[in-house]
């Protein structure tokens, strides 16, 4: 098991600048990857960045204003966010693939956060 808790959303206006924040605890060394997802209202969640194994993507939204981070030391994962923008506007998820046993077969599973909401909005 691992336990993901987000941290950091809030209010902002267009142009400013946010930090989230994932401590992660539990199963640390069984983390493939973790990564941020977003979820806006009546959209489906979608992939915001990723980092495994030190390499990072991001998706084409994004690119250029956010930057994922790991913080091993700490086991928490961050997402600097900056130049945001009213599409920004979503509930940002934390998430983290773990590896595991199902059924005797290595699997993963994919492990979330509750979520922190990010508001952009003059």
């Known amino acids: 098991q691992v336990q993901l808790v987000e941290s950091g959303g809030g209010l902002v206006q267009p142009g400013e600048s946010l930090r989230l924040s994932c401590a992660a605890s539990?199963?640390?060394?069984?983390?493939?990857?973790m990564g941020w997802y977003r979820q806006a209202p009546g959209k489906e969640r979608e992939l915001v960045a990723r980092?495994?194994?030190?390499?990072?993507d991001y998706t084409d939204s994004v690119k250029g204003r956010f930057t994922i981070f790991e913080n091993n030391a700490k086991n928490t994962l961050y997402l600097i966010m900056n130049s945001l923008k009213p599409e920004d506007t979503a509930v940002y998820y934390c998430?983290?693939?773990?590896?595991?046993?199902?059924?005797?077969?290595?699997?993963?599973?994919?492990?979330w956060g509750q979520g922190t909401q990010v508001t952009v909005s003059p």
């Open positions: 998430n983290a693939d773990v590896r595991g046993w199902r059924n005797g077969v290595p699997s993963t599973f994919a492990f």
């Open positions: 539990g199963r640390i060394s069984d983390i493939n990857g």
């Open positions: 980092v495994t194994g030190g390499s990072t």
